[in-house]
């Protein structure tokens, strides 16, 4: 059902995020946000009316161009050429997701008048968000410095009626889509193709949608750590309050206790132990999942304050005589902290992989492989390879890209922050993530079947029994990919 919402002054949260992530939302302008557009746009008209001197991006060139002056009469065509000329993107094609929530942050942005533009260039980004209609864009282009440029060029072109976007299941010119709905161009005025271009939409897109898996992902890690204990008979004492309480790291904390909360009932978790102590993977889930929960936590901060931010460049000040060019487009926060997520979230996965490598060991009494027969049976042998490829690429994908920087726009532009490719990477790590925990979740769920008639928690088992209606338990071999597909499902589906 779609739930209405209107761009306004409220502060974006993370629940606004996973609504429009859902495609619930319907999008329209606050009274107050269309009277802060118009009040910012008439200023800046008021200005160039009455100003002589060169104002940055207004009516003079980009970057290194800074220096040419434009004359009033070219104001619009220097905005259009702007657009064109920077939609230089490369590579795969930005997913329909993030594309969706571009535009819906690039309207809030705007909408704070802080931008110089037109309200009916905002209203033309609210009708394609209505609409479901996505601009192509692609992910290669952005240094993540004078905002993403390349990408929101490319976001940008279906207002005057140029590049591709996707509508009614395909790809079209968004010119011919125009004509369909009768709308005609919008004819960018002073500013507004800066304003456009000029933002930190692309990168923060990437950024809370790696936020919101993260939370997802961490959830989803404590259940599948839990079934993995319970299944490799291992203790409860590492998750002890008291142990905890010495050591107050707030994710520790939280993950010690949702661990314990999720085996409370176990019959596997309170039999008595042949051994006195487990493997780091399993005994140290409180420290590990605990410390890229604190993480994401700082993430998520970060990443909300970009949101509800004006990123473009220069801002306007109407109300005190201002027009400021300053650096607001540069992702240094966002460049640190999706690499800073990147890590957290490798680090779920690797600890992850070792639990499943621990489960087919033939350790505590479990069958080698978690086959009855192994030997013409290979069991869950490739499984664990598979995972181990992928904690391996997020290893290699994590090496930073905010300590890169590349001089651009003939010197201008010295310090870039290269937060694009941080978010891109990012992405592919979380997705990895879901990959590597549904091969945990299969794994566990199978060996804890050699646990009978032994039992897990209530709540465990109910997610086993869920789980189960998917993949049955294997007694022999079969094609395993289909199960892993199914099981990745699974998690994506699963109610947080």
Known sequence: MSQSHSISTKLLTLVDIQKILEGSVHVSLSKKSISQIQNCRSYLDQKLSSASEPIYGINTGFGSLYNRNIPKDQLEKLQENLVMSHACGMGDEVPPEIVRLMLFLKIQSLAYGHSGVQVETVQRLIDLFNQHIFPVVYQMGSLGASGDLAPLAHLSLPLIAEGDVRYQGKTQKSSKVLTSL?????????????????????????????????????????????????????????????????????????????????????????????????????????????????????????????????????????????????????????????????????????????????????????????????????????????????????????????????????????????GANAATKAYRIVNNCYSILAIELITAAQAIEFRKPLSTSPYLKKVLHNFRKQIPFIKSDRLLHTDLVKAEQFLKGFKI
């Open 182 to 418: 009768g709308w005609e161009k919008i004819h960018l005025k002073s500013k507004e193709g800066l304003a456009l271009l000029n933002g930190t939409q692309f990168m923060s897109a990437y950024g809370v949608w790696c936020v919101h898996h993260a939370h997802r992902l961490l959830k989803l890690a404590n259940t599948i750590a839990a079934i993995s204990l319970d299944a490799f008979d291992g203790r409860i004492d590492a998750f002890d309050a008291s142990v905890h309480a010495v050591r107050p790291h707030a994710g520790q904390i939280k993950v010690a206790k949702e661990i314990r909360e999720l085996l409370k009932g176990s019959e596997l978790i309170t039999q008595k132990k042949k051994h006195v102590q487990d493997p780091y993977s399993f005994r140290c889930i409180p420290q590990v999942h605990g410390a890229s929960d604190d993480a994401v936590q700082f993430v998520a901060q970060t990443f909300l304050t970009e949101i509800n931010s004006v990123t473009d460049n220069p801002n306007i000040f109407a109300e005190e005589d201002k027009i400021i060019s300053a650096g607001n487009f540069h992702g240094q926060p966002l460049a640190l902290a999706l690499d800073f997520l990147s890590i957290a979230m490798a680090e779920i996965g690797n600890i992850s992989e070792r639990r499943t490598y621990q489960l087919i060991s033939g350790s505590r009494e479990l069958p080698n492989y978690l086959v009855a027969n192994p030997g013409i049976n290979s069991g869950f042998m490739i499984p664990q390879y598979t995972a181990a490829s992928m904690v391996s690429q997020n290893k290699q994908l994590c090496t930073p890209a905010s300590v890169d920087s590349i001089v651009s726009s003939n010197g201008q532009e010295d310090h870039v922050s290269m």
